[in-house]
């Protein structure tokens, strides 16, 4: 009887393999309108995460023939740094993501993690080093327990509870009849943005990277729960060498660096406090979004 189901449980173990990349990906990089183009080369080892150091070297990428959205990026991410990247709409940072989840092969230079070259690595081991907390997160339509649990093969039932501690949402999961039972999606439960992006971060302790890409919601929390959610976010960049793909600035300040991007190059770079005596872009941005910030807050009031 087990030959018999040998098969089935490989195939369920290549169907939960798929669906959990689709999701990780899906969720970031709108997989709907791309096709998969890289490939793994022969015989590829895995990667090997020995302290976790993130380098782009020389990076050249365009979606489209002649048109180079990153230009020559130069980066360097210590073992456990947090490196913010941050610049106006359509200057690449998520584009920046997306290379080092080598979702697209480059038009020059190379991205290393620990020295080794991304694109001579199994595109497993390197997406297995690597989480996101995208900025939609999409639930299945399953138990809160369920889409926490995926984060991990075989997690039990405390780690998903840890796992919910660690991301501040157990005491809401626990507060329902069903607790981590409720069913949420389309036919359950509906969570606001902050609650399922808490549920991602809570996948994200679960699978435990060593790199970590947080992309920063550009919907605007209200501010008690991005609060809320930036103490959560450092809790788990702790330790891990962490990217913040901003699109606002205010979650910036704590970061090691900053990098300015601009029109696929780096401007600027160095802390918030460097930065704004520099008063280059970055100090410009900051002004203007602090005046932007006053003003609604003026306008609630
Ligand atoms: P934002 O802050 O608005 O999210 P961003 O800095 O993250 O912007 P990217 O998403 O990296 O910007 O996009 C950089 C450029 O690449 C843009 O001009 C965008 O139109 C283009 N681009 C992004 N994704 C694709 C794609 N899948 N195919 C073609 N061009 C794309």
Redesign the pocket.
């Known amino acids: 009887l087990s030959q018999l189901f040998r098969p089935l449980d490989m195939l369920g173990w290549v169907y939960r393999t798929i669906r959990q990349g689709v999701i990780d990906m899906g969720a970031m990089f709108d997989l709907i309108d ?1 096709r998969a183009e890289v490939q793994d080369v022969p015989n590829a080892p895995a990667l090997d995460v020995t302290r976790g150091e993130v380098r782009f070297e020389g990076v050249r990428f365009g ?2 023939k002649g048109r180079d ?1 990153l230009k020559g990026i130069d980066l360097t991410i210590l073992p456990g740094q947090t490196v913010a990247v941050v ?1 106006p ?7 920046l993501a997306r290379i080092l989840y080598r979702f697209y092969d480059l038009n020059g230079g190379r991205v290393t993690i620990d020295g080794q070259d991304i694109s001579q690595v199994t595109q497993a081991s390197l997406r297995a080093a690597i989480g996101i907390v995208p900025q939609d997160t999409v639930l299945f339509n399953d138990t809160v327990g369920y889409n926490i649990a995926y984060g991990r093969e075989g997690a039990t039932a405390e780690q998903v509870a840890a796992a919910a501690r660690g991301a501040a949402i157990a005491g809401f999961i626990e507060s329902m009849p069903n607790g981590y039972d409720t069913r949420v999606g389309e036919r359950g439960l509906k969570l606001s943005g902050g609650e399922k992006q808490r549920v991602a971060i809570a996948r994200t302790l679960l699978k435990d990277p060593p790199i970590l890409i947080l992309d920063e919601a ?1 919907s605007a929390l209200d501010s008690r729960t991005e609060a809320e959610i930036l103490d959560t976010l450092e809790a788990i960049e702790r330790g891990r060498t962490t990217i913040v ?1 901003a ?1 606002r600035l205010s979650t910036v300040v704590n970061a090691d660096r900053i990098v300015v ?1 601009e029109g696929g190059r780096i401007v600027e770079q160095g802390t918030h406090a460097q930065l704004l005596e520099a008063r280059g872009v970055y100090a410009e941005m900051w002004t203007r979004q602090q005046a932007e910030r006053e003003a609604v807050a003026e306008a609630a009031e």
């Open positions: 791309t979606y489209d959205i610049g709409s359509g200057a690449g940072k998520s584009t550009t793909i699109h991007l």
